[in-house]
């Protein structure tokens, strides 16, 4: 479907700004990408793009046009999931992202697994610990740990995962053992920060007796790399708020030590985003629900050993 090909490199080329991005995310180089534009325009008579040497941006006819673009492919889209429906064999691309952290230690592991259970559905996946836009992305599905959002994403919460503070040895030998969770602000406790763009972990929230507590801690290092937080810690850099599941086998070996256990973290939910109308996809439906059960065996089985 030459034309149907030629209208999606279109939407994601508008959706990114860019050739080069546009058709990476469709596996097509920057040249074949372009050209599939021009032969869109050919087709039309009209001109998509303004093009600059800096920037690409649709004309007036080009933002219309993209419009009623996103409308035929969301369509075809609908249909060839009630077909599919139909089918014995899903198949397919999945396009999935995921935190490092949840992604590498629990989604990358078991996509071979699905991968198995149903050879004709190829699983496209991308690991990024910043908050990703499923739609402007062209995601099916988004895995998070935190906090369940407030979005118009169906969402599906797979379990809630305990988190710890913790640092290393070393780090607490220099530095002391905080004994009460204002003893991170009022000590100068080096807490380690996961930020990014629209970040919310700039605080950290701890249970009490008397209910959440807001600490506004702070410290030399910070990155939008959880796992950059972990190698910090277990360096002697200070102390990390992570999913216990994230750093299970530190505290086995005692390379990091719990703190403030009478006082934990909130824990935070394991989910995942998907538009609604992937409901109808059946191959959606079966990565959800696979990811889902098996997902949470393994986290718990982490956590266990």
Same mark, same amino acid.
């Given at each position: 479907? %030459?034309?149907?090909?030629?209208?999606?490199?279109?939407? =994601?080329?508008?959706?990114?700004?860019?050739?080069?991005?546009?058709?990476?995310?469709?596996?097509?180089? #920057?040249?074949?990408?372009?050209?599939?534009?021009?032969?869109?325009?050919?087709?039309?008579?009209? =001109?998509?793009?303004?093009?600059?040497?800096?920037?690409?941006?649709?004309?007036?006819?080009?933002?219309?046009?993209?419009?009623?673009?996103?409308?035929?492919?969301?369509?075809?889209?609908?249909?060839?999931?009630?077909?599919?429906?139909?089918?014995?064999?899903?198949?397919?691309?999945?396009?999935?992202?995921? %935190? !490092?952290?949840?992604? =590498?230690?629990?989604?990358?592991?078991?996509? +071979?697994?699905?991968?198995?259970?149903?050879?004709?559905?190829?699983?496209?996946?991308?690991?990024?610990?910043?908050?990703?836009?499923?739609?402007?992305?062209?995601?099916?599905?988004?895995?998070?740990?935190?906090?369940?959002?407030?979005?118009?994403?169906?969402?599906?919460?797979?379990?809630?995962?305990?988190?710890? !503070?913790?640092?290393? +040895?070393?780090?607490?030998?220099?530095?002391?053992? +905080?004994?009460? +969770?204002?003893?991170?602000?009022?000590?100068?406790?080096?807490?380690?920060?996961?930020?990014?763009?629209?970040?919310?972990?700039?605080?950290?929230?701890?249970?009490?007796?008397?209910?959440?507590?807001?600490?506004?801690?702070?410290?030399?290092?910070d990155s939008d790399d959880g796992d950059i937080l972990t190698d910090w810690a277990l360096d002697g850099r200070g102390i990390v708020n992570k999913p216990r599941f994230d750093i299970a086998a530190h505290?086995?070996?005692?390379?990091?030590?719990?703190?403030?256990?009478?006082? #934990? %973290?909130?824990?935070?939910?394991?989910?995942?985003?998907? %538009?609604?109308?992937?409901? !109808?996809?059946?191959?959606? =439906?079966?990565?959800?629900?696979?990811?889902?059960?098996?997902?949470?065996?393994?986290?718990?089985?982490?956590?266990?050993?």
């Amino acid at each position: 479907m %030459p034309y149907i090909d030629s209208l999606k490199v279109f939407v =994601r080329v508008v959706e990114l700004g860019s050739i080069t991005s546009g058709g990476r995310g469709l596996r097509l180089t #920057p040249a074949v990408a372009s050209n599939r534009i021009k032969e869109l325009e050919s087709r039309l008579g009209v =001109r998509l793009f303004n093009r600059t040497t800096r920037k690409l941006t649709p004309t007036e006819v080009g933002r219309v046009f993209y419009k009623e673009a996103v409308k035929v492919l969301d369509t075809l889209e609908e249909a060839e999931a009630v077909v599919a429906g139909f089918s014995d064999h899903p198949k397919g691309v999945i396009a999935v992202a995921a %935190p !490092l952290g949840v992604g =590498r230690r629990v989604i990358a592991p078991l996509i +071979p697994k699905f991968c198995e259970l149903y050879p004709d559905i190829e699983i496209r996946l991308r690991l990024s610990d910043r908050q990703v836009d499923i739609l402007q992305e062209g995601l099916d599905v988004a895995f998070f740990v935190g906090e369940l959002l407030d979005s118009n994403l169906k969402q599906r919460k797979i379990m809630d995962c305990e988190r710890v !503070l913790a640092a290393s +040895p070393a780090y607490l030998e220099a530095n002391g053992t +905080p004994k009460t +969770p204002f003893s991170l602000i009022e000590e100068g406790h080096n807490c380690l920060m996961l930020r990014y763009p629209r970040s919310p972990e700039y605080f950290w929230m701890v249970q009490t007796e008397d209910g959440l507590l807001k600490l506004e801690v702070s410290g030399q290092y910070d990155s939008d790399d959880g796992d950059i937080l972990t190698d910090w810690a277990l360096d002697g850099r200070g102390i990390v708020n992570k999913p216990r599941f994230d750093i299970a086998a530190h505290l086995k070996s005692g390379a990091l030590v719990p703190l403030l256990q009478e006082t #934990p %973290p909130l824990p935070s939910s394991f989910a995942c985003l998907y %538009p609604h109308r992937k409901l !109808l996809d059946p191959k959606i =439906r079966l990565f959800v629900d696979f990811m889902a059960e098996e997902g949470k065996k393994h986290l718990s089985d982490t956590i266990r050993t």
